[in-house]
T-cell receptor
């Protein structure tokens, strides 16, 4: 089937605006993850959803960041009152079993 | 606190030769390790993984070695091909007692591999 898809692929916004990023995981994958990659750096964990368990939010950098997932399907990552340091590629991944996460192409967010 | 480190930001090798990418970790709770390859404007692609109960895992041209005592792993690509040119990320995680993923992967900063024809 199809891989992980993300939308939009690119987003340019003004400082202070809210943005919403979407992830469609691979069908049947119970786990969904959000990461971000700032320029020249590795991937940084943000949040993890596993089935009906409470999400692991330990990587969210501030309370401006939140994410939701409906059942085992679509997830949205919301960043409120965006700041320039939020500029990054936001990557979503899903997995069926341990470790092997399949990544989407990412959303490149630029905050002016 | 960088728990997974890739100390070489870049590596350049000749086509046909061996590429060796290195990775060090500090968290002794990590027990499952993965390598991902990333092309520009694409998400990372899973390459190969290794559990801490093994010291070697091989898949075609790719071999991952794990030295638990040194908290070090490496990825060997033999022979290297120009299409292997990409950013390579090492990642680590802890598998829960139930055998399912603890969840988050902790990534290194990546190494840019360039394979020259």
């Amino acid at each position: 089937g199809a891989g992980v898809s993300q939308s939009p692929s690119n987003k340019v916004t003004e400082k202070g605006k809210d943005v919403e990023l979407r992830c469609d995981p691979i069908s049947g994958h119970t786990a969904l993850y959000w990461y971000r990659q700032r320029l020249g750096q590795g991937l940084e964990f943000l949040i993890y959803f596993q089935g009906n368990s409470a999400p692991d939010k330990s990587g969210l950098p501030s309370d401006r960041f939140s994410a939701e997932r409906t059942g085992e399907s679509v997830s949205t990552l919301t960043i409120q009152r965006t700041q320039q340091e939020d500029s990054a590629v936001y990557l979503c991944a899903s997995s069926l079993r341990r470790g092997e996460q399949f990544f989407g192409p990412g959303t490149r967010l630029t905050v002016l | 606190d960088q728990q997974v480190k890739q100390n070489s930001p870049s590596l350049s090798v000749q086509e046909g030769r061996i590429s060796i990418l290195n990775c060090d970790y500090t968290n002794s709770m990590f027990d499952y390790f993965l390598w991902y390859k990333k092309y520009p404007a694409e998400g990372p692609t899973f390459l190969i993984s290794i559990s801490s109960i093994k010291d070697k895992n091989e898949d075609g041209r790719f071999t991952v070695f794990l030295n638990k005592s040194a908290k070090h792993l490496s990825l060997h690509i033999v022979p290297s091909q120009p299409g292997d040119s990409a950013v390579y990320f090492c990642a680590a995680t802890r598998v829960s007692a139930g055998g399912t993923s603890y969840g988050k992967l902790t990534f290194g900063q990546g190494t840019i591999l360039t394979v020259h024809p």
